[in-house]
């Protein structure tokens, strides 16, 4: 079991920035690949990032690659959401979630999502 808790969200004006953190807890927790997802009001649950066990291996949102950033901590087993130049559209549930395989789209264990509201 690998359990999840987010931080960092809240309000920010078109432009600005915020980081997104997540510790994650569970006896094999430093074996799992840690992304975060998304989900707009009426909108479906979408990939933002994702970073491998090892920290060295990233995959990004192709449309998110110029603003968003992720980075992975071992030490203190946290993964790290830099989401710059927001826009309104970012506005969103963000959740951090973590599986043995970053490529898949439904991972197995999930935060219970932090809000992020952007506004013009």
């Known amino acids: 079991q690998v359990q999840l808790a987010e931080s960092g969200g809240g309000s920010v004006q078109a432009g600005g920035s915020l980081r997104l953190s997540c510790v994650a807890s569970?006896?094999?927790?430093?074996?799992?690949?840690l992304g975060w997802f998304r989900q707009a009001p009426g909108k479906d649950r979408e990939f933002v990032a994702a970073?491998?066990?090892?920290?060295?291996?990233?995959y990004i949102q192709e449309f998110l690659k110029n603003r968003v950033f992720i980075t992975r901590n071992n030490a203190n087993h946290s993964v790290y959401l830099d989401l710059n130049s927001l826009k309104p559209e970012d506005t969103a549930v963000y959740y951090c979630?973590?599986?043995?395989?970053?490529?898949?789209?439904?991972?197995?264990?999930w935060g219970q999502g932090i809000q992020v509201t952007v506004s013009s």
């Open positions: 979630a973590a599986d043995q395989d970053m490529t898949k789209r439904k991972y197995d264990y």
């Open positions: 569970g006896r094999t927790v430093g074996q799992y690949a």
């Open positions: 970073v491998d066990w090892t920290g060295r291996n990233i």
